[in-house]
């Protein structure tokens, strides 16, 4: 036979896992601070910026 187990804790044990994952993410989505955050914002404007001047445009594009 299987052993007994208390479905009250083993839902607490879930959802406790539920939400160290979902702090996990949190941590790595809000956890930069505000120099980091502008850096990696400079970065992808510089990156659209350099995309955007090696774009080919044809006669029949805007």
């Not at 809000?30 to 955007?52: F, H, W």
């Amino acid at each position: 036979m299987g052993d007994v187990v208390n479905l009250r804790l083993a839902r607490k044990c879930q959802d406790r896992r539920r939400d160290d994952a979902k702090a996990a993410e949190h941590r790595l989505a809000y956890g930069m601070t505000k120099a980091e955050r502008r850096s990696i914002e400079a970065e992808q404007k510089k990156a659209d910026r350099d995309l955007d001047a090696r774009r080919i445009v044809g006669p029949d594009d805007p």
